[in-house]
């Protein structure tokens, strides 16, 4: 680990507090999520020459025209995912695996699909790192889910696409709850809970977010 990381480390306990209480003030609720927040260790999720940025509320980029996500948004989908009590989770966009993380701190199993491979490793890397065993994943069109590994309790997308692809609903399981921003221009944070062959929509709260694009990128 290089000087600029440790000097991070040994003060990063602090900041994270800082954000803690931020994310609080902002409305996030979940005492469960905001403290798996002051835990994770958000600066090993990007490169040394943005990591002073990390306990910023703020999204900030990762390479590949892709996103750290706003710590904000990380705890809002989280807190919607948590309330339903899922343990198969299936996430959408694995990007930096810093939303991983906090998912595999509060669900007993963590599904991970991500379409660009240098990104996937990476985050494999970074998982390994903190040590995180209950996360399987998968180098594959996000677009797609993960349909041997189905149905789900709870899906997450950490990219925006134009309407809730079908394939994702039909792996969600009687019950279970999907949170995607949905959208082009005009973006919202959509809650979906499927009750047998219905599918219950409740729109949220507007957001931005880089599209969810099919394919991949070895």
């Known amino acids: 680990m290089s000087a600029q990381f440790e000097?991070?480390?040994?003060?990063?306990r602090r900041t994270r507090m800082r954000l803690v209480q931020r994310l609080r003030d902002a409305g996030i609720e979940s005492d469960a999520v905001l403290e798996v927040i002051g835990q994770v260790p958000r600066h090993i999720f990007l490169?040394?020459?943005?990591?002073?940025?990390?306990?910023?509320?703020?999204s900030l980029p990762?390479?590949?025209?892709?996103?750290?996500?706003?710590?904000?948004?990380?705890?809002r989908m989280t807190e919607l995912l948590l309330a339903h009590a899922p343990e198969r989770v299936l996430e959408l966009g694995t990007g930096s695996g810093y939303q991983t993380s906090v998912l595999a701190r509060l669900f007993p199993h963590v599904f991970s699909v991500e379409r660009i491979r240098p990104l996937q490793d990476?985050?494999?890397?970074?998982?390994?790192?903190?040590?995180?065993?209950?996360?399987?994943?998968?180098?594959?069109?996000?677009?797609?889910?993960?349909?041997?590994?189905?149905?789900?309790?709870g899906i997450i997308v950490t990219a925006a696409p134009v309407e809730v692809p079908r394939e994702l609903l039909d792996q969600l399981a009687d019950g279970g709850v999907l949170i995607a921003p949905v959208g082009e221009e005009r973006q919202v944070l959509v809650e979906v809970i499927r009750k047998g062959d219905e599918f219950q929509r409740r729109e949220l709260e507007p957001v931005h977010f880089v599209p969810l694009l099919g394919g991949v990128v070895r």
């Open 7 to 12: 000097g991070i480390g040994m003060t990063s």
């Open 47 to 58: 490169d040394e020459a943005l990591a002073h940025r990390a306990y910023e509320d703020t």
């Open 62 to 75: 990762i390479g590949h025209g892709q996103t750290l996500s706003q710590p904000y948004i990380v705890a």
């Open 122 to 153: 990476r985050a494999r890397d970074r998982l390994r790192q903190l040590d995180i065993r209950n996360v399987l994943l998968k180098h594959a069109d996000g677009g797609m889910g993960w349909p041997d590994k189905g149905p789900f309790d």
